[in-house]
């Protein structure tokens, strides 16, 4: 079911503080009918409506065999400022699901390798929990996380959960180490040669500033991987989600459909040229 | 080209779309402007004329008896349908969250004196808020109720380019009346079902071979008297692998970023969302307006604007425009009818800009 236009009401039934600035919601439409109905693909996003503060495009965490949805969000701007300061129990609405999800059809068999930077990674973190629910589909995986500081890094837990799975491997980067940080102190591209499994075979699927992307993109190109194995989720702003507003273009395409996620191919000509 | 209407008669034009249940809207000279208006009578723009320019936009007033020697004003189709403000629904906290869709009213309006340039805006518009899957239903709604009385130019404008962009001046298709004004009356033809059934009422004449051939040199002169053109073709790649060329930045030293261009662009359609209060505290109204790719919010995404400088606004738009709109929509987003030149304060010409960009950098 696509809620497209008009929101639906959705409660908050859950909330985790993940860090000072981001937290995460489960969500839950209070109309049983939506609940039951509503599906979506990992790389899509919702339209978080807040009365009074408007809309946000925010990226979908959970599983779409989960029970219930989860978002989470970081108080950054105007809305997710406002947001942050909800409890459980209140109600916001949603629309959605917006956007082409990761090309998980085309995933199945191959090696996995997850690259996210910065605060981005929930986009990405929707298609790790996939590929562990569904371990056996997959071949080897490997996550990278770059975060500007070692405060930054969300989901440690989960990290250290996920490395010890078999072939499973999780590489994290820092380029300012705080205390306790054993991993990497510098960028993400360092950590590139440390993947176990062939690059020319396996798939990439990487969100996080764009610089990131394009320095681990040309990196990988040069470690045999075909440009096409690659896969980004791009971010722009967006008031509609449905294709009107023109805000989200990103050359010819419209984000919120025509992306988030997308081939590399597909936006070559433009990723990392200023003002685009 | 089936009849041909005396100017005595055009007035019942007024009545018959009004008793068949239409708003009628046709153009009229407000505060200096020709705009679109419910007046009853087209009498008062008899003998008017506009004198357009570079930032520059005057009317004059002649002895002719022509209604129509006027080209364009800063309206098009464009605010009848998308509208520059409407609250798209509205939320409640009453009784939990609640969300009502603000019911789109779609009441019959006709509109006379739609030009050729406004014709092809208008199906552009239609393409990109009728696109599946997801149309626009605020758009299409007041588009269906829509009845089209386009009248063809019999001039030019110093700022007008249809001819070059293929748009112009003979209008060949999207109206339910057509007609094309010569000295003593109208050339009228149908294009629809409505249509047909408002010309059938009206008392018309046969058309002669000298009125026809009247209307073929009006529009010979009208395509002789436009001087700016476009070069042709999607400029996408041309203007991408320029996007650093040294002109942008010296149309951006004139720039005011002001939105003047795309406010009276017949084709932009850009449009921010933002909730409204009411004076109920609880009810709040999800507004659209119209936004500018030449504002800074436009691309500001969790604290960081995109396109901080002019240039790089000025180059979005006309990249867009010209460019990535036919990877879009199979045609350039530009109409030529001249008005974001002449609304622009400091006079900025599309065609003279991209000229610039394109040769520089193929100097360079």
Same mark, same amino acid.
């Given at each position: ?14 909330? *985790? ?42 990226? !979908? ?65 929707? *298609? ?12 080897? !995986? ?45 960028? *993400? ?37 075909? *440009? ?38 597909? !936006? ?9 | ?88 629904? &509205? ?113 018309? &004449? ?6 026809? %051939? ?11 008297? &436009? ?92 990249? %867009? ?44």
């Amino acid at each position: 079911m696509l809620i497209s236009q008009i929101p639906q009401t959705a409660r908050i039934i859950e909330r *985790v503080q993940e860090s000072p600035t981001i937290f995460t919601w489960t969500l839950e439409f209070v109309d049983p009918d939506v609940q039951a109905s509503y599906a979506f693909r990992p790389g899509q996003f919702n339209m978080l409506y807040l009365p009074g503060a408007g809309e946000v495009p925010i990226s !979908i965490v959970s599983d779409p065999r989960d029970p219930h949805l989860r978002h989470t969000i970081r108080a950054v701007g105007r809305v997710t400022k406002a947001m942050a300061k909800m409890d459980v129990g209140e109600v916001i609405g949603v629309r959605g699901p917006f956007g082409r999800g990761w090309p998980l059809e085309q995933v199945a068999g191959h090696d996995l390798l997850l690259i996210t930077g910065g605060l981005g990674c929930a986009p990405l973190v929707s *298609v790790i929990h996939y590929a562990m629910k569904r371990r056996e589909t997959f071949g080897r !995986i490997a996550i990278i996380q770059g975060v500007k500081h070692a405060d930054d890094l969300i989901w440690r837990d989960h990290y250290a959960e996920w490395a010890q799975l078999p072939d499973v491997q999780v590489l994290l980067a820092a380029d300012v180490a705080g205390k306790q940080w054993r991993w990497h102190v510098g960028l *993400v591209t360092d950590l590139l040669g440390q993947v176990r499994m062939d690059l020319d075979k396996a798939l990439v699927m990487m969100c996080g500033p764009e610089p990131m992307m394009l320095a681990s993109a040309s990196h990988l190109q040069q470690l045999g991987c075909p *440009v096409d194995h690659i896969w980004l989720s791009m971010e722009r702003n967006m008031q509609c989600a449905t294709g009107h507003c023109g805000h989200c273009q990103y050359g010819p395409d419209f984000i919120c459909q025509d992306g988030p996620v997308f081939p590399l191919p597909a !936006i070559q000509d433009r990723l990392g040229v200023k003002g685009y | 080209m089936d009849a041909f209407l005396l100017k005595s008669d055009f007035s019942r034009l007024f009545t018959l779309l009004s008793e068949a249940g239409y708003r009628v809207l046709a153009p009229a000279l407000d505060e200096g402007v020709i705009r679109y208006r419910e007046v009853d009578s087209i009498e008062p723009l008899k003998g008017l004329c506009d004198e357009q320019g570079p930032g520059r936009y005057r009317i004059q007033h002649g002895d002719s008896n022509r209604y129509f020697d006027w080209r364009n004003g800063p309206d098009a189709i464009k605010p009848l349908t998308f509208l520059p403000r409407e609250t798209l629904w &509205q939320s409640s906290r009453h009784s939990g969250l609640t969300f009502t869709e603000q019911p789109v009213k779609g009441n019959p309006t006709a509109i006379i004196g739609a030009r050729a340039c406004d014709l092809a805006a208008f199906s552009l518009q239609r393409q990109h808020f009728g696109k599946a899957p997801l149309e626009d239903r605020w758009f299409s709604k007041r588009a269906e109720a829509l009845f089209i009385v386009a009248v063809e130019c019999q001039s030019s404008a110093d700022t007008c380019f249809c001819h070059s962009t293929g748009d112009g001046p003979a209008i060949d298709d999207g109206y339910d009346l057509w007609l094309h004004e010569l000295e003593e009356g109208f050339l009228i033809c149908a294009g629809s079902d409505p249509g047909q059934q408002i010309l059938q009422q009206l008392p018309t &004449q046969a058309v002669t071979d000298e009125q026809l %051939h009247a209307r073929d040199g009006q529009l010979q002169q009208a395509i002789a008297q &436009q001087t700016r053109q476009l070069p042709e073709g999607s400029l996408y790649e041309a203007l991408r692998t320029r996007q650093d060329a040294a002109a942008w930045q010296e149309i951006a030293k004139r720039c005011l970023s002001c939105g003047n261009c795309t406010a009276v662009c017949p084709t932009c359609f850009c449009h921010s969302q933002h909730d409204q209060i009411t004076a109920d505290p609880d009810v709040f109204d999800h507004v659209r307006q119209w936004d500018s790719c030449f504002n800074e919010q436009h691309s500001y995404i969790h604290g960081i604007v995109i396109r901080k400088e002019t240039k790089s606004r000025y180059r979005q738009w006309l990249t %867009h425009k010209l460019g990535s709109w036919h990877e879009q929509y199979g045609r350039s987003g530009c109409v030529g009818c001249g008005r974001c030149i002449t609304w622009c304060p400091v006079g900025i010409d599309i065609t003279e800009t991209v000229r610039q960009v394109l040769e520089q950098a193929n100097a360079d």
